[in-house]
């Protein structure tokens, strides 16, 4: 059975991705930071359709809880066959009125948390000749949104370690994507109004929302043999918003 860890997949489009991976027929280990009972709830629903699934706290920005991480799956799955490096968080506001603090958090959970999950789950895909690296970025990390400067920073360089990994681990027969999503309605864009939200459906040219599992499609498309000539690619899923 091949095997999936997916980071921050409690809420959200880790969630919808750890769902329909199950429903894929992997096995999943679904990350969280402090979502306990989210988590347990997303194992329990894939187990209750007859999937593999194990729930495990790490913050991805912490070596050592990612070193843990990374022990305990790579043991009970024997491996990792498909990393969705997910897991992250927004703030806005003026890049005048951003702390040091804050820029490092943002920084530290998409591009070291990217970093040290690769990291440590790439050699069990070196030594299959095999696996498949997804990195979720966002439009913001190609276009850039004003008022998320630390957030478009941080996606632009989940783009760039896209692109230079896939280089890297390419003749291994490891493929490494990265997703862009566009607006999704998740927990993420709650701090936005009603009217906000119903403006920006507006604006697309698909006229909604996206949903988790519009990116967890493109997921599951992704990790399969379909996708087995793609790798290095930055691809949007945003309705037409950005076109
Ligand atoms: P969400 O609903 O807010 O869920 C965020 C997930 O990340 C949760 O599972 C959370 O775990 C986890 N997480 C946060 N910090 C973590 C850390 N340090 N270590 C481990 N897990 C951590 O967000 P989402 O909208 O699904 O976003 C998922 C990804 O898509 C993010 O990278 C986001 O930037 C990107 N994205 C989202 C949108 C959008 O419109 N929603 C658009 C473009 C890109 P807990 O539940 O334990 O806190």
Redesign the pocket.
Known sequence: MKSALI?????????AAALRLAADGYAVAV?????EE??RAVVDEIRSEGGVAMSVC????SPSDIERMAEKVLSEFSGVDVLVN?????RTGLVTDVTVDEWNIISD??IR?TFLCTQKILPSMIAKKSGSIIN?????GICGASCEVA?STA?AAVIGFTKALSKEVGPSGIRVNCI??????????RCHGEDVMRELAEETPLGRI?T?ED?ANLISFLASAEASFITGQIITADGGLTV
């Open positions: 980071t921050g997949a409690s809420r959200g489009i880790g969630r990350n969280y930071k402090n979502s989210k988590a790490a913050d991805v920005s997910n897991a992250g968080i927004s959970t998409m948390g979720i970025s966002s439009i913001w957030y996606k862009a999503p566009g607006v999704i309605d998740t927990d993420m864009n996206g988790p990116i």
